[in-house]
């Protein structure tokens, strides 16, 4: 693409940027010093004000005052909001899909599937709202009952990153909403519009059912301004999503005003696969896992574990599917690749390949980019390197598509192997041997939070949690009992006897 018809295309993105900003009821920014670009191009779409100190201030002051009333509204009273958002969302699902690709340059069937993401989690959380159960423990002293219950905690601060634009702030805010905390979020700095987009829609769905629109609030910028959020003693619980240098300055900041901190922090997702395993349903979840999304979803496969004697089989089926990828613009149809968010996200990747082919490693394919969409855009090729070993960058998290492949002869030694690096996520094992599978999730064996068998490490539903362990940070979100983050626990014993027994049989007489 020529320089000038990249400054067209950026042209009509922008006009359709405009065009769809407004049909999901949201008011193109005014310009501003914070720019929202798309990786289609690196052409920049609007610019918009980055929140300011006193912006930041008032947001949280509102969310705050909105809780008051918020809280005690009762739960399935506050699932109307939550299922309006949804009506909205599937109405508007196209739209906001449109715009998730222009901001953060997925494909349009995975931008569709983060928006049905969304309202799936929104259907959950209508459902929880019936559900927020406490449970009833026997006293150990007659006439007494001893119960827990389950009440709102805050005001939540939602920090999110750029490649789950949407769904992380839903799974987030659908659950924090029914559980009867109000919203601060703060989305990353590089997907400004998809946020302004979902507050709108959000806010919009509060007052057609009369609910306060001010139970979600919107802050925009970098860093600077997640951290108001982080240090605010308003904020009851920080949820943040994105890298793991990003955990290491929030989690002690807010421990050290006591808050809540909720982690979704990067990963460095395994895959082992044994001689039994089918091969072609392998390496078909095995593509998908490592390449989808541009290798950039925090559980995207980065290193495959195989056993030797399947090692050349499976290892061309990839090749083979990963030569036959199209790499390209993600609004055109048959692209299974889109571009890398910025220049930062390239000079990473090739940066560890560098590393990797020093350490010995040896490239099976891709790699390289991918040029025609102007200097500014990033497109490259799913690289499938060969490892002799998993050296310092396989046991680091590169945000971008490339796959180390290494070999094992004893299923201890490739777990040993998986287990071998300072993140926990995701996890898969490939296998037909029973004893296999269940040695994998047995408590020696996969230490992530999430553990599968016989498919890829990403595309997790929303019914169970999510979340990992180390450096991933520990959090759970979605489904299961994650809404338990969002709420606190009150202990409760009434003595309905005329006597005063207690506990451990103490006497005080
Ligand atoms: P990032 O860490 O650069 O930014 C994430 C968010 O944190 C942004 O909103 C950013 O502005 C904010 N932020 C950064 N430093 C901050 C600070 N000191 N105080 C407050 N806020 C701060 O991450 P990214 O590049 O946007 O996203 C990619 C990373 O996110 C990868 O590591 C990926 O694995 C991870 N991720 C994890 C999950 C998960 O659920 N575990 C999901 C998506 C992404």
Redesign the pocket.
């Given at each position: 693409m020529t320089q000038a018809l990249t400054e067209r295309t950026t042209r009509e993105l922008r006009d359709r940027t405009e065009m769809l900003l407004r049909g999901l009821g949201a008011v193109p920014p005014e310009p501003g010093s914070l720019p929202a670009r798309t990786p289609i191009t690196g052409g920049e779409l609007a610019s918009l004000p980055p929140s300011s100190i006193i912006d930041v201030d008032l947001a949280i002051g509102a969310a705050d005052r909105a809780f008051r009333e918020w809280r005690s509204v009762p739960a399935p009273q506050r699932a109307a909001l939550v299922r309006r958002l949804a009506a909205l969302l599937t109405e508007h699902q196209d739209e906001l899909a449109e715009l998730v690709t222009l901001e953060a340059g997925k494909i349009t069937a995975e931008a569709r599937g983060e928006v049905q993401e969304m309202i799936d989690i929104c259907e959950f959380a209508i459902g929880l709202s019936r559900q927020l159960y406490g449970r009833t423990m026997p006293s150990e002293r007659p006439g007494h009952r001893l119960m827990e219950t389950w009440h709102p905690l805050g005001v939540v601060g939602v920090?999110?990153?750029?490649?789950?634009p949407v769904a992380?702030w839903a799974w987030n805010t659908a659950l924090a909403l029914v559980c009867g905390d109000t919203v601060v979020w703060?989305?990353?700095?590089?997907t400004p519009l998809t946020a302004l987009a979902c507050h709108t829609l959000l806010r919009r769905a509060a007052m057609e059912v009369g609910a306060d629109p001010e139970v979600h609030q919107l802050i925009q910028?970098?860093?600077?301004?997640?951290?108001r959020?982080?240090d605010d003693p308003r904020v009851a619980l920080v949820s943040?999503?994105?890298?793991?240098?990003?955990?290491r300055?929030?989690a002690p900041?807010v421990a050290a005003r006591f808050g809540r901190c909720l982690?979704?922090?990067?990963?460095n997702n395994a895959a082992i696969v044994t001689p039994s395993a089918d091969l072609d349903l392998a390496a078909r979840a095995i593509v998908f896992a490592a390449a989808g999304t541009a290798g950039?979803?925090?559980?995207t496969m980065r290193r495959l574990i195989v056993h030797t004697s399947v090692v050349g089989p499976l290892l061309d089926r990839v090749a083979a599917a990963y030569r036959q990828l199209r790499v390209g613009n993600p609004l055109d149809e048959g692209v299974l690749v889109g571009p890398l968010?910025n220049s930062q996200g390239y000079l990473g990747m090739q940066s560890a390949l560098r590393r990797a082919l020093e350490d010995g490693g040896e490239l099976v394919c891709g790699g390289e980019r991918v040029e025609g969409f102007g200097e500014d855009a990033f497109y490259v090729r799913p690289a499938l390197v060969r490892m002799p070993a998993q050296t310092a960058v396989v046991r680091e998290?590169t945000?971008a598509p490339i796959l180390y492949a290494m070999t094992y002869n004893d299923l201890d030694a490739a777990i040993e192997l998986h287990n071998g690096v300072p993140q926990g996520?995701s996890s898969s094992l490939f296998t037909q041997d029973q004893r296999e599978a269940e040695r994998f999730l047995a408590a020696d064996g996969s230490d992530c939070g999430i553990a599968n068998i016989n498919i890829g490490t990403s595309g997790a539903e929303i019914g169970g949690a999510?979340?990992?362990e180390k450096e991933?940070?520990g959090?759970r979100?979605s489904g299961s009992d994650s809404w338990k983050a969002y709420m606190r626990r009150a202990t409760n014993t009434v003595n309905y006897s005329t006597e005063l027994p207690l506990a451990q049989g103490i006497r005080f007489e």
């Open positions: 920090i999110s990153a750029f490649n789950f992380v703060k989305p990353s700095e590089t910028g970098a860093a600077e301004v997640g951290t959020l982080v943040a999503t994105g890298s793991v240098r990003m955990g300055t929030v900041r982690l979704e922090l990067g990963g950039q979803r925090c559980t968010i998290e945000f996520l999510f979340g990992g991933t940070g959090g979100e």
